[in-house]
């Protein structure tokens, strides 16, 4: 549960996934950074991941936090996008069906209300192929 | 690291960790430390640090005061240090760094944290603030998720079975049957793991540690004070190293890294090598979280600490023994007060005096980790 402050200030970043890439060791972070995590520098810019990529872990959650149990069971992944690695939602696919190395692709959808009442969008990810589902 | 003076743990206390619902926070953070003022007769402290993650939950903050009011000691120098799950850690390791740095010669220390004070749901969504609010919480991933997806990563890169993970509860509970301050004192079978509810697959209830109440309290001091004791414990080296609390833009998903650089920075304070550690207190929030632990710190190799512990390694008798408390999983998790029932149950090993699984040992370690590895506080303790 969120707050529409956060989405909204967030809103670039999350809905466009992006990330920052170092100018110096060529790092690329997400969540972007005020400072490369590698080599510390401060010289980055801001840098747009590719929209498919391939599941590296998932993990299905029948108890989510409060407030998205409308979502249960969730399946949570941490997604290779890239040179980086983003965690978010996979939809459009019974639990049964994920696996490591699945081919995803972002799309936007509707998250759990925030705190203030505000139905958010979000960046999720599905199959890319739907026969997968 | 530059020249300082030694600190000395030269007193202890713990409560039982339980369900508490007749003790309030600032009582059972007294009954630790009064145990822990009691060994060192009563000297006064000069400095009070109180460990803690969640008492905004029960609606309180400023426990340094709260807490060296209800226990006499108003004008002492007070501060609560917050590092998630850590917290306990990151209080010792600032008391330390008190009396290292030559401000003061006697610090009392304490963990507490009630986690059971509050509906379930309320409590699982305070842990989880250890994560990333804006990029990991927002799509409503619990910590237990969090861990899950560092344990199906782990299982699959290694081929480490899930029986061989699940065997961790089992030898925890085996641990903490005998000590008697632990939440869960009934031993399990591999089946009762195996069987209890999926809580984030593959996470199952039984690989993770309970939610607690207690409280835990060292009372330390310098050189010259170390006498309150007669048998003060040297604090021979500390370690803290942090972590993204996100896990996307982590370099490993397979390692702790603020573990490791944690455990060198003690053990290179301590002046000691791993091989020399006899018994250690390690945290084991989830069976994943003991095998990546293990492997960080250097007690295993990469992906090799599940079939170590199948092959009967770091059970008691063995070099070195982990976790004789019962660990996260047995002895229980109040999670601020974690890092200081280690440093409270490695110490009386030392001594001689802990009352459970009992470790001859001359050196001991302590590990205590906040978030999914992004806070972690290594302790090298010496007889």
């Known amino acids: ?133 | 690291m530059g020249a300082v003076r030694r600190v000395y743990v030269a007193g202890v206390g713990m409560t039982k960790v339980d369900k508490h619902t007749e003790t309030s926070l600032r009582d059972l953070a007294a009954e630790a430390a009064f145990k822990a003022l009691d060994e060192v007769g009563n000297e006064k402290p000069e400095a009070v640090v109180v460990g803690n993650m969640l008492s905004s939950l029960i609606e309180q903050e400023n426990l340094a005061a709260l807490i060296a009011d209800h226990i006499g000691l108003r004008g002492v120098c007070g501060l609560k240090v917050e590092g998630a799950c850590g917290s306990g850690g990151v209080a010792v390791l600032a008391g330390y760094s008190m009396i290292a740095s030559g401000l003061y010669d006697r610090v009392l220390v304490i963990g507490v944290e009630k986690l059971l004070e509050r509906p379930t749901p309320d409590t699982l969504r305070g842990l989880a603030y250890a994560a990333d609010a804006d990029y990991e919480l927002i799509y409503g991933v619990s910590f237990a998720g969090l861990n899950a997806l560092i344990m199906r990563y782990y299982m699959s890169k290694y081929d480490v079975r899930r029986e061989e993970l699940a065997l961790w509860s089992v030898i925890m509970h085996q641990n903490g049957a005998k000590n008697p301050y632990a939440q869960l004192r009934n031993e399990i079978t591999l089946e009762t793991v195996l069987s209890s509810p999926v809580v984030a697959d593959p996470i199952r209830l039984y690989d993770a540690c309970p939610l607690s109440d207690g409280a835990a309290a060292v009372y330390i001091t310098s050189e010259d004070w170390k006498k309150v004791s007669d048998t003060p414990i040297l604090v021979a080296g500390v370690g803290n190293a942090v972590d993204s609390p996100d896990l996307s833009s982590r370099v490993s998903l397979d390692e702790f890294y603020a573990s490791r650089i944690s455990a060198e920075k003690a053990l290179r304070t301590a002046k000691l090598d791993i091989k020399d550690i006899d018994v250690a207190e390690i945290h084991d929030a989830y069976t994943i979280t003991a095998a990546v632990s293990l492997e960080s710190i250097g007690f295993a190799e990469k992906g090799k600490a599940a079939k170590l512990w199948s092959e009967g390694r770091f059970r008691p008798g063995d070099k070195p023994t982990i976790n004789p408390s019962g660990g996260l999983k047995s002895r229980g998790h109040p999670v601020g007060a974690t890092g200081v029932y280690q440093v409270v149950e490695v110490a009386m090993q030392l001594r001689g005096d802990f009352p459970g699984v009992s470790v001859p040992s001359e050196i001991g370690l302590t590990q205590n980790i906040g978030g999914v590895g992004s806070n972690v506080t290594t302790i090298v303790l010496r007889r």
Not at chain 1, 36 to 63: A, F, M, Q, W
Not at chain 1, 106 to 124: C, E, H, N, Q
């Open chain 1, 1 to 133: 549960m969120t707050t529409i402050q956060r989405i909204w200030r967030i809103k670039n970043t999350l809905l466009r996934l992006l990330s920052t890439r170092c100018l110096d060791c060529g790092f690329v972070a997400y969540p972007p950074k005020a400072s490369c995590p590698k080599c510390g520098s401060r010289r980055l810019i801001k840098e747009e991941l590719p929209k498919i990529g391939e599941v590296l872990s998932y993990t299905v959650i029948n108890v989510p936090l409060r407030g998205f149990e409308e979502f249960t069971p969730l399946i949570i992944c941490l997604i290779k996008l890239g040179e980086a690695k983003v965690l978010a939602e996979l939809v459009d696919v019974k639990p049964g069906n994920v696996h490591i190395g699945m081919k995803v692709m972002a799309t936007l959808r509707r998250s759990a209300k925030t705190l203030d009442g505000v139905i958010p969008y979000v960046v999720k990810f599905r199959p890319l192929s739907l026969g997968s589902s």
